[in-house]
């Protein structure tokens, strides 16, 4: 429940990100010094031609499914997917604060998001039972 | 018969589920592991080089803040936004790269992509003949509608000033990565007089401007003459408020 809700969010996060990328505006940004343009403009912020603001978004959407869907192998993709989410994630806060040198709030709030997701759908492998 | 025995069966399943559930674990945690190296990797790869070409950096960058802003000739953005900027560069210039790289992205993304701005390049070649070789392949490129992507991926690329790196090689490898744009064409329109005359356009324009120095911005609107825009950093939030200011009456 707390990791859907959580995927939730971070659709949320990553689909408002995806949408400013597309309309070519600049995201609500509280630091107001143009961190989060800098960020967003930046280089590392298009991985083979694909916004990573929209992988962003396809990864939490496959949390999200993996979660609600009643399916053996669910816990285990969602698990597998936030975690590999959460490593991709602390290179890109890496880039933020060593490379571009500028923090996109937003993408703080994903890379809590995620951390925390990661955390919960580990969890819940490790205690799910077989009886 | 022993009641405190217990048949060996539970044990040996508890045994496996514990198995099972240990390597279900280190399954998620190799695959995530792999997938996000992979990721990462590739990530670090196209950031600095190109598909069609090898070491070529910010190509795919390039490609996705210009594609689908209108250009002609010198000009990017639509030819019906209300102020036009000015900016007279020198393409062996570093400050221009580093203006072109951290001040202009944000500004194409948003202002010039919405329509409420749009970009005009004069190109200077006042630092030596590597300027010149690159500002008339510019030319041609100007020709081709591709002049923004051709600069922009230049001062990405630049090489030590004047060395002579601004080779027909280099510009093949620079021009190569832009989408639709005849490298031949532009290479042979380069070699001839014509490509001069933007040159001589430009360093006149600048001349009557009063333009000393690189990158230098001047802001027009509606008409009005050219005003040079105070650039205290080469950010976007400085262009940004020099423009504010510029329009003070």
């Not at chain 1, 959580?6 to 143009?34: E, M």
């Not at chain 1, 280089?43 to 999200?64: H, K, Q, R, S």
Request: proline share 4%; aromatic share 8%.
């Amino acid at each position: 429940m707390l990791a859907a809700l959580l995927a939730l969010l971070g659709i949320a996060i990553a689909g408002y990100l995806t949408y400013v990328h597309y309309a070519g505006i600049s995201p609500v940004c509280v630091a107001g010094s143009g961190s989060c343009e800098r960020v967003q403009t930046s280089e590392y912020a298009v991985f083979l031609g694909v916004p990573v603001a929209l992988l962003g978004l396809l990864a939490y959407a496959t949390i999200f499914l993996a979660t609600i869907v009643p399916h053996p192998l669910g816990a285990t993709v969602a698990a597998a997917v936030a975690l590999a989410g959460w490593l991709f994630s602390l290179y890109l806060t890496w880039l933020e604060l060593f490379v571009i040198e500028a923090i996109c709030q937003w993408c703080v709030a994903s890379a809590v998001t995620i951390t925390l997701l990661a955390a919960t759908t580990v969890l819940r492998v490790v205690a799910s039972t077989d009886a | 018969m022993c009641g405190g025995c217990q048949p060996p069966i539970p044990f040996m399943t508890y045994g496996r589920d514990v198995t099972g559930k240990r390597t279900r674990l280190l399954a998620v945690v190799a695959a995530a592991v792999a997938v996000a190296a992979v990721a990462i990797v590739a990530s670090i790869v196209t950031s600095s080089s190109t598909d069609k070409s090898g070491e070529l950096r910010g190509a795919s960058e390039v490609r996705s803040l210009m594609r689908g802003i209108p250009q002609r000739g010198y000009t990017l953005g639509r030819s019906d936004a209300p102020a036009t900027l000015i900016e007279f560069v020198d393409l062996q210039c570093p400050y221009c790269a580093q203006l072109a790289r951290d001040g202009l992205p944000a500004i194409i993304a948003n202002e010039v992509r919405s329509g409420r701005l749009r970009l005009e390049l004069r190109i200077l070649s006042f630092l030596g003949p590597d300027s010149q070789t690159a500002a008339r392949f510019a030319a041609g490129a100007a020709r081709q509608n591709r002049v923004w992507q051709f600069t922009e991926l230049f001062f990405r690329n630049q090489g030590r000033e004047n060395s002579g790196y601004v080779t027909e090689d280099f510009l093949r490898k620079v021009a190569g990565a832009i989408d639709g744009l005849d490298v031949d064409r532009a290479l042979a329109f380069s070699r001839t007089p014509e490509s001069e005359d933007d040159l001589e356009r430009a360093n006149s324009e600048a001349r009557k401007l009063g333009v000393t120095a690189t990158p230098t911005l001047f802001l027009v609107q509606g008409g009005g003459r050219p005003r040079q825009l105070a650039l205290s950093d080469l950010t976007a939030e400085a262009v940004r408020s020099a423009i504010s200011a510029a329009r003070q009456p």
